[in-house]
């Protein structure tokens, strides 16, 4: 019992020695630190970029956290955060907002992403269509047959609204790419609070369809190739496909600033453009832009 | 000397009273804050198309602002917990209260406490890892996410609060009365089913009510469990989306001053309201059965 004291004690005072130490030594210079948060898709990439940028800037401390894309945006807005990660482009409303308080988006595409439709590895379809996945996600195909597997019931799954991908999803698939369309996820989907909880459910429920990003993929799901069109050819999601654009399911992945970066932020932008940012990018499983 | 103590007393009683009022104050504000950030709903939708609307799409332009589902999912899951937790809540008091030998009695009432100390959010991945996945299996359901995934969840968490409240209630009853039947030549059942029953019974009543309050208002393990699929609900075996996981799931995205924003004030007052007329209704049975 009192070994843990003691032991815990000294954790505490490390801890505090350290944390005072980092923001007060450093032969004199002022730490900074960056705020970022937003997209959940990206917040992997986030923290690798963190972590390798305090290497070469040890004075930076760089926090990075999640919550969705619109969440971080707000968070921009109400000025919490200095960087907002989001894997869509901001909205007429927010940069009203943004006008209110009296500053401008600057918007930095820093990598690409594939949306990916997975099912259970046992699910005999491989291939859909944009026109299939679209009937399916708005409850319009509501069984295997239909798409040349079992007969058994499909149960979709879908992340919640606050999610980047739940709102390109139905922005790209279930509209056609017009923003303004009038079509909706069907109701009976499961909205899943993370892209880890579709994951999961996906390698369980072999009735199962969901999506999510690139990075997301596993061999516990099987990853459907897709067709832009009844006469496209099955594309899979692939680094390469996603760039030359022929797998049909992609968006840019962005960084957004109030106003042009400066200073500190204006370093870990350039160093998210420079090549061992963009290497970073591969490594996280994202496409470069470079 | 005298003054000094007489000032000591003063402070002291303001003190008391201030904490007494302020329990309150904040009930008001909270009430009044609700009220005035929800009540802007109504600009873009109608009080019965908030209520009894069917479809809940948020963020799409226009919105469309039903919670219908949403109503019908918390009272399920709600109605469906209780189902299970108040029978079983109120055999396990009566065994602990009147049947169990005193060391076995002290052992389940500390395992209950224990009970009440785990966190939702442990229950709720519990729920996912192994509940799901059974309910799937056993029932032969599309998917494990389902309504009655959410009930078994909180007819976890409500029954800590049943059966110590119902225990308490049962003790509560004097000893004269068993021991007055006992000598009438009633069995031990008998007693507990037609004498011990009716003295504990508002307690008993008071407990249940308090664990719907408790299973109502819970959010994070129904979120994880319950599929959050905002349908109208006709069974058990269904996805589900409640009140509290559209509010926790949803106010990150909700920019402050946007309709969807108010809509999730709004749904925080129907919330409020209900487990107000819950507690009402608790308060009410509690009281009649006093005045008998």
Request: proline share 5%; charged share 15%; net charge positive.
């Amino acid at each position: 019992m009192k070994k843990r004291i003691v032991l815990a004690a000294a954790l505490l005072i490390t801890l505090f020695w350290g944390a005072c130490s980092r923001r007060e030594s450093r032969a004199g210079q002022k730490a900074v630190s960056i705020q970022i948060k937003g997209s959940d898709t990206m917040v992997n990439l986030g923290q690798v970029w963190a972590e390798e940028f305090n290497k070469i800037h040890p004075n930076m401390n760089i926090a990075v956290t999640g919550g969705g894309s619109g969440t971080g945006i707000a968070a921009l807005i109400n000025g919490t955060c200095d960087i907002a990660e989001s894997s869509r482009a901001v909205e007429e409303k927010e940069i009203t907002q943004a006008e209110a308080k009296g500053f401008k988006f600057n918007e930095e595409i820093v990598a690409l992403d594939g949306i990916v439709a997975v099912v259970h590895p046992s699910n005999p379809v491989k291939n859909l269509t944009m026109d299939q996945l679209r009937e399916i996600f708005m409850g319009n195909i509501r069984n295997w047959k239909v798409l040349g597997g079992p007969d058994m019931p499909i149960v979709l799954l879908s992340r919640e609204v606050n999610s980047g991908t739940h709102i390109f999803f139905k922005e790209h698939v279930l509209r056609r790419g017009k923003k303004k369309g009038r079509e909706e996820f069907s109701p009976g989907a499961l909205m899943m609070p993370s892209s880890y909880a579709i994951a999961e459910e996906a390698a369980n429920n072999e009735n199962a369809v969901g999506y999510y990003g690139l990075g997301y993929i596993s061999p516990r799901q099987k990853v459907i190739a897709v067709a832009k069109d009844p006469k496209s050819p099955f594309v899979e999601p692939r680094l390469a496909s996603i760039r030359d654009n022929s797998y049909p399911i992609s968006r840019p992945l962005y960084l957004y600033t109030n106003g042009k970066p400066q200073g500190a932020i204006k370093e870990f932008v350039d160093f998210v453009y420079s090549k061992e940012g963009q290497d970073i990018v591969t490594k996280t499983d994202f496409v470069p832009i470079k | 000397m005298a003054n000094l103590r007489k000032v000591k007393e003063f402070i002291i009683e303001k003190l008391i009273f201030t904490s007494g009022i302020a329990s309150i104050v904040f009930v008001a504000l909270i009430f009044i804050f609700l009220l005035a950030e929800g009540i802007s709903v109504l600009r873009y939708v109608s009080l019965g198309s908030f209520i009894g609307g069917q479809f809940w799409y948020p963020i799409s332009d226009p919105p469309k602002f039903g919670i219908l589902p949403l109503i019908l999912g918390s009272l399920l899951v709600t109605a469906g917990a209780i189902a299970m937790a108040v029978p079983l809540g109120i055999a396990a008091a009566f065994y602990i209260a009147d049947v169990a030998p005193v060391k076995l009695r002290n052992l389940l009432k500390s395992c209950v406490e224990i009970l009440s100390a785990i966190p939702s959010v442990v229950l709720g991945f519990l729920g996912i890892v192994i509940l799901v996945p059974f309910l799937k299996h056993f029932l032969h359901l599309p998917t494990g996410l389902t309504a009655l995934a959410g009930s078994i969840m909180l007819a976890f968490m409500a029954l800590p609060t049943i059966i110590s409240i119902s225990e308490d209630a049962i003790n509560a009853v004097p000893r004269e009365y068993k021991e007055g039947a006992i000598a009438l030549g009633a069995t031990h059942w008998q007693t507990l089913t037609r004498v011990i029953i009716h003295g504990a019974l508002p307690g008993i009543i008071a407990a249940s009510m308090l664990g719907i309050g408790r299973v109502f208002g819970e959010t994070m393990a129904v979120m994880m469990v319950t599929g959050n699929a905002a349908v109208i609900p006709t069974g058990l075996l269904q996805p589900v989306r409640t009140l509290t996981a559209t509010i926790a799931a949803e106010m990150g995205e909700a920019a402050k001053g946007s309709p969807h924003y108010f809509a999730l004030f709004a749904i925080g007052i129907v919330l409020f309201v209900i487990s107000f007329l819950i507690n009402l209704t608790a308060d009410f049975l509690l009281h009649r059965g006093k005045n008998r």
